[in-house]
């Protein structure tokens, strides 16, 4: 994709990776559009910059997605990128009594989200790129992020699906796969031992100006390139088991 010039929905671009790439994409000279739910956040992001242009909007609603989009093919119409980054984390053991209502959270946002703002926004003539925040987890499950974990298994295989079935729509599909980083996903301080966004940020635009498709740093690198026994053993080194 070309890196500047573009007009780039973000959805959860207020926070974490989301706001990484709203303000590495902002430094390239492109039109950032934002959403999220909360209104406060989105309000100091559109402080701290003001040419980016935000929308309240819950994800995981179906109706809040066909408005988000509707809002978009009359009011921006331009978009030619767009990235489902919005994600949640819910780590809720199985026997938990809040177990199905949590992961059905998470499938809403992480699955139900992308998949029907792909579907939506393939309708917008100006589109060309889309670009989906998967995770080194897709690749070697962690086991108490059972669910998460999935969603993510889950967007990788749809991402390389639209790859291959987009290609002849010029349409380019890249995967932003990030390994831990130090944001809020799964609640403040559960990712804090984890690499700054910076870093993360700097790597995949180096990437993404090779024209590279999969878009990796650290350990989602190494996962990229593993072979059985390497993800045989990165699970067990993660999940404490052999
Ligand atoms: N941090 C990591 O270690 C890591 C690793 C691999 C992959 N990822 C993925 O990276 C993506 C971004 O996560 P992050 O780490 O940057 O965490 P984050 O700061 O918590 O970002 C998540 C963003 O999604 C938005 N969001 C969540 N639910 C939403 C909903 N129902 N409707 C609209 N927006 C919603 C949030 O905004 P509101 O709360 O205001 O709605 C927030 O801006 C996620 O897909 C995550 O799975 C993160």
């Given amino acids: 994709m070309k890196i500047s ?23 390239e000279n492109n039109k950032v559009i934002i959403c999220g739910r909360r209104t406060e956040v989105l309000e100091e992001i559109a402080r701290k910059h003001p040419s980016v242009i935000t929308k309240a909007c819950d994800l995981s609603i179906a109706e809040e997605r066909e408005a988000l989009y509707k809002w978009i093919s009359e009011e921006h119409k331009d978009v030619n990128v767009l990235i489902n980054n919005a994600g949640i984390q819910n780590d809720l053991p199985i026997s938990d009594d809040d177990f199905y209502l949590h992961v059905k959270e998470e499938i809403a946002i992480n699955i139900e989200a992308p998949l029907h703002l792909t579907s939506l926004f393939l309708n917008l003539a100006s589109l060309n790129t889309i670009m989906n925040v998967t995770s080194g987890l897709a690749f070697s499950p962690l086991a108490k992020a ?91 080194r993660m999940n404490g088991s052999n």
């Fill in 5 to 27: 010039n573009n007009t780039i929905l973000i959805t959860g671009g207020a926070t974490g990776i989301g706001l990484g790439l709203t303000e590495r994409f902002l430094k």
């Fill in 146 to 236: 059972h669910a998460y974990s999935a969603t993510k298994a889950f967007m990788r295989s749809f991402t390389l699906s639209m790859r291959s079935l987009l290609k002849d729509k010029a349409i380019d599909v890249i995967e932003i796969i990030p390994p831990a980083l130090n944001t809020d996903l799964g609640g403040k301080g559960v990712h804090d031992y984890a690499p700054p966004v910076s870093d993360f940020i700097e790597t995949i635009f180096e990437q993404l100006k090779e024209g590279k498709k999969e878009l990796t740093f650290g350990f989602s690198a190494a996962m990229l390139t593993a072979g059985p026994e390497d993800l045989q053993k990165a699970f067990a």
